[in-house]
């Protein structure tokens, strides 16, 4: 359904790393650690600066990958891994891009199953890479079903 998708990518969209959405991030996943939010305990870490919660990178634009048209709501969040390189650092901007690295299905007890892999990226304005974050979107048949209308 989706296999016509698979190494398309999005256009590359600038995001910045703002102190006041780390904070709320943080207060939200319930992890209020000073590194986070706390502008002195920063400056005297080993990152001389505020970084952000590892899934902060949730919050992020990455574009649309035009081919792939999904609908709005009925998606199921599968599983996801983040991999960094190094942290985030509160103030930076960074470009963000998401790639379609693999679809395909399974029949489950709800009838037939489209797994959809995603691969996303942070980058810094060199385009040294930051982070990946690696999604599964689970599509059940009755979301499907809407799609092929």
Do not use: W
Not at 1 to 28: C, D, P, Q, W, Y
Not at 94 to 106: A, G, H, L, M, T
Request: glycine share 10%; net charge neutral.
């Amino acid at each position: 359904m989706l296999k016509h998708g698979i190494g398309k990518r999005s256009n590359k969209v600038k995001n910045t790393v703002e102190r006041g959405a780390v904070k709320k991030f943080a207060e939200a996943i319930g992890d209020l650690h000073p590194i986070f939010i706390c502008e002195e305990t920063g400056k005297q870490s080993r990152y001389k600066n505020n970084i952000a919660p590892p899934t902060f990178p949730r919050v992020f634009d990455y574009g649309t990958i035009e081919e792939l048209n999904l609908p709005a709501k009925g998606l199921i969040h599968g599983e996801q891994i983040y991999h960094y390189e190094r942290p985030l650092m509160v103030g930076e901007n960074i470009n963000c891009y998401s790639e379609v690295k693999d679809y395909y299905e399974r029949n489950g007890k709800s009838g037939e199953m489209g797994f959809l892999l995603l691969k996303r990226y942070g980058e810094d304005l060199e385009g040294n890479l930051i982070f990946t974050e690696e999604q599964v979107v689970i599509i059940t048949e009755a979301v499907r079903k809407e799609m092929m209308v």
